[in-house]
């Protein structure tokens, strides 16, 4: 599986973005995707997972309510509207998909699938 992230950019505090995840290759083998984020020098954190069958999303407390996970099976696309985006926010982004149907949604060890980062500022 092949995952193509895009969609990252500045944007104002209380601003939005929305974020794209591509999937590729092996896609029936997906059981959920995910996004992560990673500050410098920081542990690679949880952001929201979709489960791709039955669409029931999971969200770290800190993006709820303000963060919305869908996905788009037909196009094998994930999606992350952020909106009242906080310079806190800034950091890379990045999608992950997972072959497992068992352990935590929440740990980035789960995930077998990543792609490449995208990049996130909100400007204060």
């Known amino acids: 599986v092949q995952l193509q992230a895009s969609g990252g950019g500045v944007v104002q505090a209380g601003g939005s973005l929305r974020l794209s995840c591509a999937a590729n290759?092996?896609?029936?083998?997906?059981?959920?995707m995910a996004w992560f984020r990673q500050a410098p020098g920081k542990e690679r954190e949880f952001v929201a997972a979709i489960n791709w069958r039955s669409g029931s999303p999971s969200y770290a407390d800190f993006v709820k309510d303000r963060f919305t996970i869908s996905k788009d099976n037909a196009k094998n696309t994930v999606f992350l509207q952020m909106n009242s985006l906080k310079p806190e926010d800034t950091t890379v982004y990045y999608c992950?998909?997972?072959?497992?149907?068992?352990?935590?949604?929440?740990?980035?060890?789960?995930?077998?699938?990543w792609g490449q980062g995208t990049l996130v500022t909100v400007s204060s």
């Open positions: 992950a998909a997972s072959p497992y149907y068992s352990g935590s949604t929440y740990i980035q060890e789960n995930y077998a699938y």
């Open positions: 290759g092996r896609t029936l083998a997906i059981s959920r």
